[in-house]
């Protein structure tokens, strides 16, 4: 299909189409604006038509392979001959948009591009080819971003899978990936996905957060910290729980950063995404299974595995199967100061699951001693959450005191109590400590760590450093 030229009777003239005589010159439009989707359409026709000229040009099978800066030179020659001889009007910045749109296509993720350098976004979700929304500070945005089609989309997400070694297709209409910069990649299509390709990346922040950015947003007090990293420092067996994008990793990797940097750390995840600034870590990533159905590595095994390599200390990245065993074991059995998260709602929900992903190893437990290995093994559930309003927050810490007949028990040390909603949504509520204070207080003195009496201590009031409104959470604390 040609591009109409300035001229053809009754037909508006696009941005990129040569001026009537007199006619001052276009402004730079590109498929990222406000244009129209005819717009987008024809621009995405041209950038088509530089790609395709581009591979026959420089006779490649696969311009992947090739280093940026040796095509770039090439793009911008075959835009420039490629609008000369179409006699299609580009300026400068249009000119370079394009460069920069096949250059994404070649090396990057397509449409995809711009969203993943923009660091206010932490989630890109890819509802079919040309439905596209983010997330920004905690909300849901629609953008107008999209691909050109369904294949377009697809070889999109197979560059991505292929790039870790996985691959998908009808015989495995689903994959969990990651970025080389270490963004979570999810990607299922037809015929599980009904409506076509649908891709989900949560991306990652290159500078790892630090305790002192929970306290900017509010996310949790002083005491609070105080408190967690007292916990690291007393080598206690912590669980952190919370929902899909409350902040469970971004915690987890705050906590691993006051630990010694004298000790050998071992973490084990299905996509590697810590960031565990120490010098002594051996990350361990599970694998899936090959396109015969073998070769699989789950994370159970690599745990096995993690036991006989000395760790001082072992970092799940999740639990949510049969490791839950394994993982209670090596808490249990010497590896103290161990940390792992799952899903769940609310910290004695959190327990709920471990129970349930013990059964999932099939070793005929009896309820009670299920729950005997829970309580020995665990010693503190951190509940975050992410609010109404799209800010995250440590609603509960937790210590796990024991049995009573066939109960856990446990208390809260420090809450979050929410008041209700104010201006624009925003959720109002403060953390307070309940008064109670720990049992393991007396192993944190053990350990040299002499918590002051007053940490625990519920004034009357809502104390300075609490606030009613919640500051503005950022996109990268998750």
């Given at each position: 299909?040609?591009?109409?030229?300035?001229?053809?009777?009754g037909?508006?003239?696009?941005?990129?189409?040569?001026?009537?005589?007199?006619?001052?010159?276009?402004?730079?439009?590109?498929p990222?604006?406000?244009?129209?989707?005819?717009?987008?359409?024809?621009?995405?026709?041209?950038?088509?038509?530089?790609?395709?000229?581009?591979?026959?040009?420089?006779?490649?099978?696969?311009?992947?392979?090739?280093?940026?800066?040796?095509?770039?030179?090439?793009?911008?020659?075959?835009?420039?001959?490629?609008?000369?001889?179409?006699?299609?009007?580009?300026?400068?910045?249009?000119?370079?948009?394009?460069v920069?749109?096949?250059?994404?296509?070649?090396?990057?993720?397509?449409?995809?591009?711009?969203?993943?350098?923009?660091?206010?976004?932490?989630?890109?979700?890819?509802?079919?080819?040309?439905?596209?929304?983010?997330?920004?500070?905690?909300?849901?945005?629609?953008?107008?971003?999209?691909?050109?089609?369904?294949?377009h989309?697809?070889?999109?997400?197979?560059?991505?899978?292929?790039?870790?070694?996985?691959?998908?297709?009808d015989?495995?209409?689903?994959?969990d990936?990651?970025?080389?910069?270490?963004?979570?990649?999810?990607?299922?299509?037809?015929?599980?996905?009904?409506?076509?390709?649908?891709?989900?990346?949560?991306?990652f922040?290159?500078?790892?957060?630090?305790?002192?950015?929970?306290?900017?947003?509010?996310?949790?007090?002083?005491?609070?910290?105080?408190?967690?990293?007292?916990?690291?420092?007393?080598?206690?067996?912590?669980?952190?729980?919370?929902?899909?994008?409350?902040?469970?990793?971004?915690?987890?990797?705050?906590?691993?950063?006051?630990?010694?940097?004298?000790?050998?750390?071992?973490?084990?995840?299905?996509?590697?995404?810590?960031?565990?600034?120490?010098?002594?870590?051996?990350?361990?990533?599970?694998?899936?299974?090959n396109?015969?159905?073998?070769?699989e590595?789950?994370?159970?095994?690599?745990?096995?595995?993690?036991?006989?390599?000395?760790?001082?200390?072992i970092?799940?990245?999740?639990?949510?199967?049969?490791?839950?065993?394994?993982?209670?074991?090596?808490?249990?059995?010497?590896?103290?100061?161990?940390?792992?998260?799952?899903?769940?709602?609310?910290?004695?929900?959190?327990?709920?699951?471990?129970?349930?992903?013990?059964?999932?190893?099939?070793l005929?437990?009896?309820?009670?001693?299920?729950?005997?290995?829970?309580?020995?093994?665990?010693?503190?559930?951190?509940?975050?959450?992410?609010?109404?309003?799209?800010?995250?927050?440590?609603?509960?810490?937790?210590e796990?005191?024991?049995?009573?007949?066939?109960?856990?028990?446990?208390?809260?040390?420090?809450?979050?109590?929410?008041?209700?909603?104010?201006?624009?949504?925003?959720?109002?509520?403060?953390?307070?400590?309940?008064?109670?204070?720990?049992?393991?207080?007396d192993?944190?003195?053990?350990?040299?760590?002499?918590?002051?009496?007053?940490?625990?201590?519920?004034?009357?009031?809502?104390?300075?450093?609490?606030?009613?409104?919640?500051?503005?959470?950022?996109?990268?604390?998750?």
């Amino acid at each position: 299909m040609s591009i109409p030229t300035a001229g053809e009777a009754g037909k508006p003239r696009l941005p990129w189409q040569a001026p009537s005589p007199g006619e001052a010159p276009p402004r730079p439009s590109g498929p990222n604006t406000q244009s129209t989707a005819a717009d987008q359409h024809y621009f995405q026709q041209i950038k088509g038509r530089v790609h395709r000229r581009l591979i026959e040009r420089l006779n490649l099978s696969n311009l992947e392979r090739v280093a940026r800066d040796q095509v770039v030179d090439a793009i911008r020659k075959v835009v420039h001959d490629l609008i000369s001889q179409e006699m299609i009007a580009l300026n400068f910045d249009e000119r370079e948009l394009l460069v920069v749109q096949v250059l994404d296509e070649i090396f990057g993720l397509g449409p995809l591009e711009p969203l993943m350098q923009d660091a206010d976004i932490s989630d890109i979700l890819v509802n079919t080819y040309k439905s596209i929304f983010i997330e920004r500070h905690g909300r849901l945005e629609k953008t107008d971003v999209r691909f050109q089609d369904d294949k377009h989309l697809l070889q999109v997400i197979d560059r991505i899978v292929s790039a870790v070694g996985r691959r998908i297709d009808d015989s495995q209409p689903m994959v969990d990936a990651r970025l080389p910069d270490g963004s979570r990649v999810n990607a299922i299509i037809k015929p599980l996905a009904i409506d076509g390709p649908h891709l989900s990346i949560r991306k990652f922040r290159r500078d790892a957060l630090a305790a002192e950015d929970l306290l900017r947003y509010e996310s949790a007090t002083e005491p609070m910290v105080e408190l967690l990293n007292g916990v690291i420092k007393a080598r206690l067996n912590v669980l952190i729980s919370g929902g899909t994008g409350a902040g469970k990793t971004t915690l987890l990797n705050i906590m691993s950063s006051f630990i010694p940097a004298t000790e050998r750390i071992v973490t084990i995840e299905d996509s590697a995404e810590l960031q565990l600034r120490q010098p002594h870590v051996v990350r361990l990533e599970t694998r899936p299974k090959n396109i015969e159905g073998t070769g699989e590595v789950p994370q159970r095994m690599l745990l096995v595995n993690a036991l006989r390599m000395r760790p001082d200390r072992i970092i799940m990245g999740e639990c949510r199967g049969p490791e839950a065993v394994d993982m209670l074991q090596a808490m249990n059995t010497g590896h103290d100061g161990s940390l792992t998260t799952l899903h769940a709602n609310a910290p004695r929900d959190a327990l709920s699951r471990l129970e349930t992903m013990i059964a999932m190893a099939s070793l005929d437990l009896p309820e009670k001693a299920m729950r005997q290995q829970i309580a020995n093994a665990i010693h503190v559930v951190i509940q975050v959450s992410r609010l109404g309003d799209g800010t995250r927050k440590i609603t509960n810490i937790s210590e796990i005191t024991g049995m009573e007949g066939d109960v856990i028990t446990m208390q809260d040390i420090f809450v979050f109590e929410r008041h209700g909603v104010g201006d624009g949504g925003a959720v109002m509520g403060h953390h307070k400590a309940t008064g109670i204070r720990p049992k393991f207080a007396d192993r944190l003195k053990a350990y040299g760590v002499d918590l002051a009496a007053m940490l625990f201590a519920n004034a009357d009031g809502h104390p300075a450093h609490e606030r009613g409104h919640a500051a503005a959470t950022p996109s990268w604390w998750r």
